[in-house]
């Protein structure tokens, strides 16, 4: 085992609040259930806790790291060899304060929506049914309906594991598109501010109702990471569609499926591999420049047995 493993519990654990866990298997935190054990598995309970990450990956540069949220949007290896850094509870409470909820990057998005109801306030019920974290969804700019997060998001609070500082960014000064923002990659979201509507609480709870009963009559329900290709320009053309007149739906690699219900989908059957769902992925993506000329991009993020993801 190389040094900085064994030496992580004495020149890292001792000053975290949060755990800190040696090959902790990652299936378990993604909605996928795929993903062998990482190296070194870390929760964040404060903004302290990330400045000792910081300081920890400033003194071993070398050690690939990962930011996860809520893991709905990610595909791991069967080893990951770094650090994978995640929100504990001490940076997942919902607080209020006049018309706006103030969430930790960690709380479920669900959640905060609905304790925004609960406090008669409403605007981003159309995201309800989108799993994962609040912080993953802004990293991503989650959006469903032709609506986005960044709709109700007044600001971010940040800490950049890479340059060790804080940072607070105004909804304005962050670029948002389709599913992606322009957030460094080393920029850890800890908090953010939302800015609702008050509403009456039984009409945002009649919203988020109506839209999660339409998201489980579209969503197949195995295992997944949500759509794996972003759909690709002119937007009037969708990747499931072209997939789907390719006749994929049912393909399967390993346990790996194009999901029959919704053809942008490679779900989980049973035991699937990270290199199962990349073999069809190929597969799919060859097919589709063949066929019709779309260079589809995936939107699922591919974590890699070495990866760095903080260069952005
Ligand atoms: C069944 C299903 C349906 C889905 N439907 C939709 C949909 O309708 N619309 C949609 O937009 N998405 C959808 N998704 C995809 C996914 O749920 C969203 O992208 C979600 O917002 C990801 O959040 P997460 O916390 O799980 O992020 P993760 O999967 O944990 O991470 C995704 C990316 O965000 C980064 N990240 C996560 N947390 C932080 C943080 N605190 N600070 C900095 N970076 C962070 C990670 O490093 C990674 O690059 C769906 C997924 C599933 C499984």
């Not at 890292?12 to 062998?36: D, F, N, P, Q, V």
């Not at 990610?74 to 919902?94: A, F, M, Q, T």
């Not at 309906?145 to 500082?165: M, Q, Y």
């Not at 759909?231 to 009037?236: G, K, V």
Request: glycine fraction near 10%; include cysteine; hydrophobic fraction near 40%.
């Amino acid at each position: 085992m190389e040094d900085w493993r064994r030496d992580i519990g004495k020149s890292l654990g001792t000053y975290l609040e949060g755990k800190l866990a040696m090959g902790e298997e990652m299936a378990a935190h993604t909605s996928y259930r795929i993903g062998g054990s990482a190296d070194v598995f870390v929760e964040m309970e404060s903004v302290e806790d990330l400045q000792n990450v910081a300081r920890f990956l400033a003194e071993h540069p070398k050690v690939p790291w990962q930011i996860l949220g809520g893991g709905t949007n990610v595909l791991y290896p069967e080893h990951y060899r770094g650090v994978v850094i995640h929100p504990g509870k001490g940076l997942s409470k919902i607080k209020k304060k006049e018309d706006r909820v103030i969430a930790g990057a960690g709380a479920e998005l669900l959640e905060v929506i609905k304790q925004a109801a609960e406090w008669s306030l409403g605007g981003m019920d159309f995201l309800a049914g989108i799993p994962g974290s609040v912080g993953g969804a802004l990293k991503g700019n989650a959006g469903a309906f032709g609506r986005w997060i960044s709709e109700c998001v007044e600001l971010v609070r940040g800490f950049d594991l890479a340059e060790r500082v804080e940072r607070e960014l105004k909804n304005q000064e962050i670029e948002w598109s389709y599913r992606k923002t322009n957030l460094r990659a080393a920029l850890f979201i800890y908090e953010i501010v939302l800015k609702l509507e008050p509403r009456p609480i039984m009409e945002c709870m009649h919203e988020i109702s109506r839209v999660l009963s339409e998201r489980m009559a579209k969503n197949p329900s195995e295992p997944s990471a949500g759509c794996v290709f972003v759909n690709p320009e002119p937007p009037d053309v969708t990747a499931g569609r072209l997939i789907d007149e390719l006749g994929f739906k049912g393909r399967r690699i390993g346990d790996a499926m194009c999901s029959p219900q919704h053809a942008n989908f490679i779900v989980n059957v049973g035991k699937a591999t990270q290199a199962d769902v990349l073999t069809l992925i190929t597969e799919i993506k060859k097919a589709v420049k063949e066929r019709f000329g779309y260079d589809l991009v995936e939107e699922i993020k591919i974590i890699r047995e070495t990866m760095e993801e903080h260069n952005g």
